[in-house]
């Protein structure tokens, strides 16, 4: 989809904004035991500690990691665009969901050192199946969309 680094860089803050948001909203459901209209405005005390590290990660590690890994698992040259997308998201999601699970569980949770690994293992354990299909069903379809039309190419061009 992003052809340059600006391209790119639009598309990372679009994704990793809707991401940490979706995310954020859903583990504020499993800390109250449902939804409230109170987590949709609540979710952005947290975005702005959540969302920089997310940025970071996705755009200067994670980002090229996951098409290399992707890229090793199918042939790009070869497949359906929509095994690219998926696999690179599935793959994306594989790296990113235990490692801002880790960041939540220092920055938000904070358990006892004694708990730390646990509570860590636990976040990432519910937080894997929502990231994943938040990406595959919501978040990247609508990114990938939004962005189509901000870098919408005029006929002729």
Known sequence: MPRTK??????????????????????????TGG???????N??????????????????????????IAFRTID?????????VLTISA???CLM???MSLAATLLIKQPEWSRLAVTWMETTVKNFPMALCWQIFLAGPLVRKIF??????Q???
Not at 22 to 31: D, Q
Not at 56 to 64: E, S
């Open 43 to 68: 979710a952005f005390h947290e975005m702005w500690f959540m969302g920089p590290i997310a940025f970071v990660l996705d755009f200067f590690l994670y980002g090229h990691l996951s098409k290399w």
């Open 91 to 93: 793959v994306t999601v």
């Open 6 to 31: 600006g391209q790119e860089l639009i598309f990372t803050i679009l994704m990793v904004f809707v991401m940490v948001y979706g995310m954020i909203i859903y583990n504020m459901c499993l800390e």
């Open 148 to 153: 189509r039309l901000i870098f919408m190419r």
């Open 97 to 99: 969901c235990p490692t």
């Open 35 to 41: 939804m409230q209209n109170s987590h949709f405005v």
């Open 155 to 157: 006929k002729g061009n």
């Open 76 to 84: 790009p040259k070869s497949s359906q665009p929509i095994l690219i």
